[in-house]
């Protein structure tokens, strides 16, 4: 019988390769020994990435796509099953079926950036058209009229190429004075306006969601859910809403139809989400609805108002 050779050992001052070694046979990052697995991507101990090169500039569109915005993979499949089945996206994520669609807060900031862009890019066209119309017609259009209105006698208005302010805010009396310092200034800030609104109320959005899921959460106390769940729903409605209203600009008879049916869609998506019976999920619809566009409204104030001094 051949005898069986013992394996070769490492001489005393070579240490093997270790968790900690950092050689090239380990990880830059943990050191992890990646020796048995050569065509290993990423290190099994951090989830850094094997490659020792710097990525070309195609890998770093990738990167920052795939980690910011959404635009492959599921997300057509994703669309597809928020818009057909009003409800289901929630009911599926609520129950474990994550991996086949776009995580929902991903989901919404991709179609929230889209949208936002494009709602604000018309709106700034639109509004320069007719700043430049009425500018034609009437030359002295902005050379006297009230610049920001609280009521009727709480307003700051332009006259005689001065700010006059009545029973306003000191402080923004003095930054509509600084703002609005003559003819010309007012014109670019009517011309720009809608587009700045839009900008602030992108963000907005972002107190109204987690709101609107307050109102969930106290509509449906009884269904013991987190507000987690609620956050999720309330995603997904405004991701529709978001579509919807970024379609509605496509044709006018687009418009009828949508507003007729964001209110259905949402009540459908709700009783397929929580259960309930319709009367009572009407009735909680309206009473969402109702608080929900107290919050808008206040919201509006807001954001015209940040974006008229800022």
Known sequence: MSEIQAPPVAPANEAAPSVRDKSELGCRNCGYDLSL???AKFCPACGQETSRAPPTFNEFVHHFFGNYIAVKGSFIQTLWRLISRPGALTKDYLEGRKRAYILPLRLYLTVSVISFL???????????GLVNNEAKANPTAFEKGNVISF??????????????CNKVPEWICARAKQKFGSADALKHLVETLPERMVRYWAYAMFVLVPLFAVFLKLVYVRRRMTYGSHIVFALHLHTFWLLAILASLAHQTLLAILSFAIPVYATVAMRRVYGGGWI????KALLISFLYVLAAIIAVGFVALIALIV
């Open 37 to 39: 697995l050569p065509n």
């Open 151 to 164: 009521g009727d006698n709480n307003n700051i208005t332009f006259e005689k190429g001065k700010i006059q």
């Open 118 to 128: 494009v709602f604000g890019i018309l709106a700034g066209q639109s509004m320069q």
């Open 280 to 283: 009572k999920t009407i009735i």
